[in-house]
């Protein structure tokens, strides 16, 4: 949160500038410094507002898993398209996807049961990440940081030690 700070401020002073370079032109230049300050001012102030409103979706979310957590992550869930972004929590049993939709929270349990195989792939339009091969015949994907550590967890669970990345194991079957 610290960086996004520093990035807005940036972002407000840059466009201070940017106004009173250009009305510099247009009247003098008392009133063009006094514009780019207050432009810059108020630029600050609408986007620090906005990025703690947003933030704040995410805060106190561990509260809701009633599991020890071993992993966790943002992450963007594909299933033939993207379902949502939220947050990718690893616990001894189960991935918990929790994001929100229309300022509802939803949540979806995958338990490590129900997977087949995990590995590391192409999900959707060329998008790598995460690929959950269900039981079920089912391909489920999440974009994440730390993909290795999401696939080694899950295959130790899942009792499969090998990491498969999917696009070199289709070249070499054929």
């Known amino acids: 949160m610290g960086k996004f700070r520093g990035a807005i401020i940036t972002g407000g002073l840059f466009a201070g500038f940017i106004v009173f370079a250009i009305t510099v032109f247009l009247m003098p230049p008392q009133r063009a410094l006094a514009i780019g300050i207050l ?8 986007l620090s507002l906005v990025s703690d409103i947003s933030f704040k979706k995410y805060r106190n979310l561990d509260q809701t898993i ?3 957590i071993i992993l966790k992550n943002i992450a963007n869930y594909y299933s033939d398209r993207l379902i949502g972004d939220g947050l990718l929590y690893l616990t001894k049993d189960r991935l918990i996807f929790l994001f929100f939709k229309k300022r509802k929270l939803y949540r979806e349990d995958i338990p490590f049961t129900e997977i087949e195989r995990a590995t590391y792939g192409t999900l959707f339009r060329n998008i790598l990440g995460l690929k959950l091969f269900m039981n ?6 999440f974009v ?31």
């Open 39 to 46: 432009t810059s001012a108020i630029f600050t102030f609408v």
């Open 66 to 68: 009633e599991q020890d």
């Open 136 to 141: 079920d015949s089912t391909v489920k994907g």
């Open 144 to 174: 994440i940081n730390d993909i290795e550590q999401f696939l080694e967890q899950i295959n130790k669970k899942t009792r499969s030690n090998t990491i498969v990345h999917s696009d070199r194991s289709e070249n070499t079957e054929s």
